[in-house]
Each structure stands twice: as C-alpha cells, then as structure tokens.
C-alpha cells in the first residue's frame, strides 16, 4: 500500500518515467480462503438479508441473498470451485438448466471439443502442384517489340507430396493385446498416480519424452505433350495428313518415398551407472529418416541447447549424419547446424554440410589389401552427388499474437540513456507493441556458397491492410446481458506479403513476390509473380486448408521477353485490382453489414434498460446503510473513502451527451480493510449495484476518493483493473 503523504525524492528522468508508468502497485489481498470467503459472505447478508429490509424491498432482496447464497456455495465447495474454475459459470449452473438449455449448452461444448479434436487429428500434409505454360500470350517479334496474343495454356508439369502421422508400433499393438479396454484401465491407472508428480513433472510429460512417426512420399515431373501422324482418305480419292494429340505422358525424374522417427528425451537423471551419458541425450531430440525412393538412404540427426558459459543464453547445436551409399564407396555426409537466439525475434545461424567426398588416398591405400573403397562407377548416375556447403544468415521471426505486458525488464537498458524521448507514456509504448504485432514482420537475410556459386537471399514478409477495424471503434462487446462478442467479419482480415530474392555471382537477379489472404475459417488463398530462372515469369494460384495445399503455376512470359516493364505490369496489375475490391466493395459491404447488426443487438438491449435500473438501483438501497458506516469507519481512521464514482460512456465528439450512471455506493461496498481493487478480468457491469447504461459502447469507471484526508481520483476503461489506493491517483 502506498503512502500518498510521504515526499518525493529527486530521481532521474528516466527512472521517473518508469515510475509514471509503472507505479508500485498496493499489496494484493489474501488469497480467497474458506475464513475470507465466510468474512465476505457475512458482511453481503448483512446488507441483503431479507428479514433486515423493508417490505417495499423484501422482494429484491431475496433476489440478490438467493444469488449471494449460490455464489457462496460454490466458492466453498472445493468441486464446484475446480467445476466454476474450468467452465464458468454455465459450468455450475448445469442442474439449473432446463433440457432446451442443457442441449444448447451441451451441443456448444461439444462443437469447440470436436473442432480442437480435429485440429489435433489432421496431421496429414498434402501438396499438389500442377504447372500450366501460357507464355505464348505475349510474342517477341524481330524488333523487340512485345505483343500480346490470345493464350493457348497447356499443361506442363507436376508434383503431387504427402506427410502423414502414423502411429509408432509397439510390442503390444504388433502382438495384437493392447486392446482398447486395457488401455483405458491403464490411462486409469495413469491418471490416478499422476497426482503424485509435481506440477514440474506434468509439464516435462507434456513437451518431451514422445515419439512421433510419420511417413511421406512425392513424386515431381513433366507433363509431354504427344502426337501421332495420322492419314485421313476421304471419298473423293484425296488424303490429308495430319498430327492427332494423344493423351497427355507423365514422366519423372524424381519419386520419393521414406518414413521418419522422430523422439524427444526429457529429464534422464537418475541413471545410476548411465549417468554420464543421460546427462549428453538430457532434453535433447534424436530423429532418424530412411528413404526408400528414389533410393535407399538414412540420415539421422541430434539436437540439443547447449550452454557454453553459464547463465547465458544456449546454442542450439544439431548434429547429423547421411549415409545414400555404402561405408566402402564413400564416408557418411556430416552436417552441423549451430543457431543462437541474439536479441527479440533475432537468431543467428549457421550451417555446414560436407557433402559426397571420397575417401583420402591414404585410407584407400590403407585398406586396400583387405577392402577396395572406391567409389562404384554404376552408382554415379543413379545416385547423384551432393555438394557441400556453408550458409550463414540472420533470420528474425515474426512476433506472437499474444501482447506481452510491459514490465520493468523493458526498461532495463532504458535507464542508463537519458537522451531518449521522456514524453513517451504508456498508451504509445503499447499503440507500437499492438502495432508491431500485427504486422507481424519476419524477415532473414542468407550467404550461401558451394564449391560451384554462392548466393545471397533475402526474404522479407508482414500483414498489410491491417490496422483499421470495420465496425465503429467506440463499441464494445460487454454489455449487461453478458458477451455479445462481434461476428467473426468485424475487423477485416490482413493480407500476408512476401519478397523472396536471390543474387547469383553473375548479378542475375530471382524474385519472387506472393499474397495470401483468409478467405474462411481454415482456408487462405495466395497470388503470386516471379521471375524464376529459365523458366521465365510465372504467376502462382495457392489454395491452402488444414495442411493441404494446391499451386497452380502459370508461366506467362518466356524469359528472354521478361524485362522491367513486363514484371512491373505483373505484380501492379494483380494488386490494384485488389486493391479496388477490397476497398470499393469488400469493406464498405462489411462495415455495412455489421452497422447493421450492432444497431439491431444495440436497439434488443436498450429495451432492458429500465428494467436494469431499476434492479441496480434497488441493489443500491439495499447495500446503502451498512455501506455507510463502513465508510464512516475508514473516514475516522483516516483510509479509503468514496466521495463519488460513474460509470458509463463518454463520447469524445464535442455536444453528445454522456450516458452514465451514479456507482458511488457499490464501489464503496467494494473496499475492504483500506483498499479497493478491481481486477481487469472483471466485467465493471456485472458488479453487485451496476447496470450498462451505454450497450456495446466502451464505457469507462470514474472514482473520486479520500486518503489520508486528500483527493485523489482514478479512471479505468472495459478490460483494465483499478487499485486504490496509489499516489499517482493524488490530485
């Protein structure tokens, strides 16, 4: 609790700005045990108890005492705690409900289950590509000039990939005895010790020790174009020759096929005669892929954080180990992968692999009587050589949606660098956090080199069309007949942009530009232009849903006519277009749509208004008298006194009237031994003695108090918490 007579200290402007921002918060009440639980519900009966009110009010305050009483019994009750914890409210008011209400509730809970369940279960990942080639569209003629020529698009490659979870076999599911029933008892049993592990054990189980299995297979070729010289003898005695299409060949180069296993390996201390190695695999993950097509190889790989000085941030070292021929042709491809976490969203990478080498000549010469360790000449084509290489690059990922609070930590670097903006309150550090996460910028810059080239890529990607909502910014969702959330079209969805480059040593220049947007629940679809090698310009259709993914490549200009102004036009073509829909029809139909719809949900509500003043006031008269002499207590001992307090809307436009209503008696029954907090969590309208005077707008709670004899006032917004009392609340 803070001391609003004690004097201030001369500080630096830093250090006062973090104080401005970060006032020291008053000590949090007691935990809610059963002795504070029985303290509070004693002092609401003495203010609501039917028997001690008038006639006029013994009505309501059976109304209010029979909700006080529920409220009471289930807080006491450790099971329906745990039951109110979990699911709320309609959680514990089950038996209360009539069947029509049992069956909604049930179907809804049931609906989010099944939905997170097939979030779960869709582990397959599928990806079709289907390539059509329209670059006759634009001709070059002699001069140079470009024409454009009505398109015959054909089909001209593919590629069609799978990834699939399976199930990892076992002893017992390969034998055919761990049936379902002895499952279940064994999830029984599993369930019953696991009360005995700490809270820390639970979450290892949950992020390490599993073992995952999938399988994938793909296969990438060309789609050939066939024809067949044919005769065709007409009556007259003529003939005519001509080229008949045949149906379309595929061919390919490349099949694939392979299974991988992957495990990850928690805390394995306690190994007794094993604990020098359980201490190297400890948090660790080891992954083994064997391919069968096109042909058979095994690689394997290890990954581990490892911390070189202690207290610093950790390496993540991978190392791997390929084996596509035989020990006795060539030694086995190394890889080594080393990232480092360098600061934000910031790693530093590098990775080294050595590719396919011969053994030295003197291992040759060495092993020669006994083995000969050349490579076999037959195997050079059909298995192909691979180069080694080095890549170094920075890649900064893109932040979570989650808003972390901004803390103390945040500043720690900001003390000592007392140049910086000083006027910059909390309200613009957290508009620039909102802000940067929803942009969601990532972006990585890579140096690759090879014995052949080296390469530098660049890759930078953020949400555009982002920062505006479509609805009217002054509504809100909390109203006094509880959350009436927006349609899920209220703010309108962002389109994610992506630049992908390449530079080769010759200065030739690949890039690729791309576009996706949300166009349902679990759906987005991508447009695409880039100039892709000899391949020439192609632009790219995506479709993807839950992990399946269809790309539709279409070349449409060769490479050899693919100049500045022919990729220009590809990429602002495709945009303005979209720009035009979606600001000249998209938005304004769906700020239309939902004005409509808020107004409808606005006019339902303003209907209960009358009837919950009246309910909030009668709540007031109830609690007024024993409010009273609480408040003379805390007035004698020189605490927290509630002079005035408001709730409602206050419209920032200059001549509307607010619609607020007095709280000044609820808030007050609200202080208790000296201090008054509201958590942020609390929806302000559902308190005891309130009501919404202003549905689906953002309201905000004025409280004008005394402490220590002098005037202080505070203001809280939907969503934010109030704790009195605080000296920067002094006027």
Request: charged share 25%; hydrophobic share 35%.
């Amino acid at each position: 609790m803070v001391d609003s007579s004690s004097q201030g200290r001369l500080v630096r402007p830093a250090i006062l700005r973090r104080q401005l921002l970060h006032p020291p918060q008053p000590s949090p009440p007691p935990p809610a045990h059963p002795p504070r639980i029985r303290s509070a519900y004693r002092t609401l009966s003495l203010s609501f108890h039917p028997d001690k009110q008038p006639a006029h009010l013994s009505d309501a305050a059976r109304h209010h005492f029979a909700r006080i009483q529920e409220a009471y019994e289930t807080l006491i009750d450790d099971k329906k705690r745990v039951v109110y914890d979990l699911l709320g409210e309609e959680g514990v008011g089950v038996k209360a409900m009539s069947g029509q209400e049992f069956r909604r509730w049930f179907l809804r809970r049931m609906k989010r289950r099944e939905r997170k369940a097939l979030e779960e279960l869709v582990g397959e990942k599928t990806s079709v590509t289907f390539g059509i080639d329209a670059s006759n569209m634009l001709h070059l003629d002699q001069d140079e000039v470009l024409h454009l020529m009505v398109p015959n698009p054909k089909p001209s490659r593919f590629a069609v990939g799978v990834q699939f979870n399976v199930p990892v076999p076992t002893v017992g599911n390969i034998m055919g005895y761990a049936h379902e029933d002895e499952k279940e008892e064994e999830d029984d049993d599993d369930e019953g010790k696991e009360g005995e592990k700490s809270p820390e054990d639970a979450e290892v189980d949950l992020d390490v020790d599993k073992t995952e299995m999938f399988i994938d297979a793909g296969i990438v070729g060309k789609i050939n174009h066939l024809s067949r010289e044919a005769i065709f003898r007409y009556p007259d005695g003529t003939e005519e020759e001509q080229k008949l299409a045949l149906p379309y060949l595929l061919g390919s180069k490349k099949i694939t096929l392979g299974v991988g296993l992957t495990r990850r390996i928690g805390d394995l201390s306690g190994q007794g005669i094993l604990a020098g190695p359980a201490s190297l695999l400890r948090y660790s993950a080891v992954a083994v892929n064997a391919s069968v097509l096109p042909f058979p190889s095994i690689q394997t790989s290890w990954a581990k954080p490892v911390v070189l000085i202690p207290g610093t941030t950790p390496f993540q070292l991978t190392l791997g180990a390929g084996f596509d021929r035989s020990p006795l042709q060539t030694p086995p491809t190394l890889d080594v992968q080393l990232s480092r976490h360098i600061g934000g969203s910031k790693f530093l990478l590098c990775n080294w692999s050595s590719g396919t080498i011969p053994w030295p000549r003197a291992v040759q010469r060495f092993f020669a009587p006994l083995v000969d360790l050349h490579i076999d000449p037959h195997s050079v084509l059909f298995k192909p050589e691979t180069h080694s290489y080095l890549q170094v690059g920075v890649i900064s990922q893109s932040k979570q949606k989650h808003i972390p609070a901004i803390d103390d930590e945040d500043y720690a670097d900001e003390d000592e660098d007392e140049d910086e903006d000083e006027d910059e309150d909390f309200e613009t550090l957290r508009s620039k956090r909102r802000n940067q996460t929803s942009a969601a910028e990532a972006w990585k810059l890579l140096a690759i080199a090879n014995p052949l080239t080296t390469n530098l890529a660049f890759g930078y990607s953020r949400n555009i069309f982002s920062g505006s909502t479509v609805t009217d910014p002054i509504r809100a969702e909390w109203s006094s007949e509880g959350h009436s959330p927006r349609p899920a079209d209220s703010v309108p969805r962002s389109i994610r942009l992506g630049i992908e480059t390449t530079i080769d040593p010759t200065l030739a220049l690949g890039w690729q530009v791309e576009a996706t947007r949300q166009v349902g629940e679990f759906t987005r679809m991508g447009l695409g232009v880039g100039l892709q090698g000899a391949n020439g310009l192609i632009m790219t259709v995506s479709w993807s849903r839950l992990g399946q993914k269809l790309r539709f490549p279409i070349t449409i200009c060769p490479f050899d006519a693919a100049d500045m102004d022919v990729a220009l036009a590809a990429v602002i073509t495709p945009w303005l277009a979209y720009c035009a829909l979606e600001f000249a029809f998209l938005r304004p139909r769906a700020r239309k749509h939902q004005r409509r719809l808020l107004a409808r949900r606005q006019k339902q509500l303003k209907k209960l208004l009358p009837r919950k003043r009246a309910e909030s006031r009668q709540a007031i008269e109830l609690m007024t008298e024993q409010v009273q002499r609480r408040q003379a207590k805390e007035h004698v001992s020189h605490g927290l006194v509630v002079v005035k307090a408001e709730y409602g809307y206050y419209p920032a436009e200059a001549g509307k009237e607010a619609e607020t209503t007095d709280v000044t008696v609820p808030v007050a029954a609200l202080v208790d031994h000296g201090q008054l907090v509201v958590a942020k969590e609390v929806v302000k309208s559902h308190i005891l003695g309130f009501h919404d005077p202003a549905p689906l707008r953002h309201k905000i709670l004025k409280v004008w108090y005394l402490y220590q004899g002098k005037k202080h006032y505070v203001e809280a917004k939907d969503g934010e918490g109030v704790a009195c009392p605080m000296r920067v609340h002094l006027v």
